[in-house]
């Protein structure tokens, strides 16, 4: 099957700094997702992005199909972005998707 | 936006007791559901995908007989934990994909509940 690796597995920022998380897939994909757990489990969908470059305020993620990798940006982190990250892809013959191990994020004020 | 409910959100049982753990799509139809399986600081692991009126299809290595899935009607999948044992204990999260053929960019976005804790004591 697919395999997801995301890098840095931990990550420790100062409040405010800028971030950025990477996702690498070892094959074709027709879905990609980065979602942020919250400390009590939740996944928070953040993007549905198979391809291209999308924003959505202090965060924004490219993805590059072609090279199969995708980034996630953290711009002026806040403490409230602390969690996990995970990136999770569908392959493109495939109805499932696959995780990522995870970037665990601390924003210390 | 599609919205997965699921229910209970925890659970402590005890050993050799089954636990059913419901996901309901609230505002879309959901032929397929997938449940997926997370240990203490790791990723999610796929358990199963649960299709509507037709078996389940687990993963390999996953037990069909102690997790039983369920997928009654569009809208309602079911896992029960049979004769759960302390390491059964874990976080179970449901997935539901609001798919609409030629439908708006996106429309292939999976959307988890808000998982259930199950402690086996």
């Known amino acids: 099957g697919i395999q997801v690796e995301q890098s840095p597995p931990d990550l420790i920022l100062q409040e405010g700094a800028n971030s950025t998380l990477r996702c690498n897939f070892s094959d074709s994909v027709n879905n990609l997702q980065w979602f942020h757990q919250n400390p009590w489990g939740q996944l928070i969908n953040l993007f549905y992005i198979p391809s291209g470059t999308k924003q959505n305020g202090r965060l924004s993620a490219t993805t590059v199909a072609t090279e199969r990798y995708s980034l996630l940006y953290i711009s002026s982190s806040q403490t409230t972005d602390s969690g996990v990250y995970f990136c999770a892809v569908e392959e493109a013959a495939g109805n499932k998707l696959t995780f990522g191990g995870g970037t665990r994020v601390l924003v210390k004020p | 936006g599609a919205v997965v409910s699921q229910h209970p959100s925890r659970v402590i049982c005890k050993s050799g007791t089954s636990v059913k753990i419901e996901c309901r799509s609230l505002d879309f139809q959901a032929t397929t559901m997938f449940w997926y399986r997370q240990f203490p600081k790791k990723s999610l692991m796929l358990m199963a995908t649960?299709?509507?009126?037709?078996?389940?299809?687990?993963e390999q290595g996953v037990e069909k007989d102690k997790f039983l899935i369920n997928h009654a009607s569009l809208t309602l999948s079911t896992l029960t934990v049979t004769s759960a044992h302390p390491e059964d204990s874990s976080f179970y999260i449901c997935?539901?994909?609001?798919?609409?053929?030629?439908?708006?960019?996106?429309?292939?976005?999976?959307?988890f509940g808000a998982g259930s804790r199950l402690t086996v004591l």
């Open positions: 997935s539901a994909r609001d798919f609409r053929p030629g439908g708006p960019s996106g429309a292939n976005v999976l959307t």
């Open positions: 649960s299709n509507e009126g037709s078996k389940a299809t687990y």
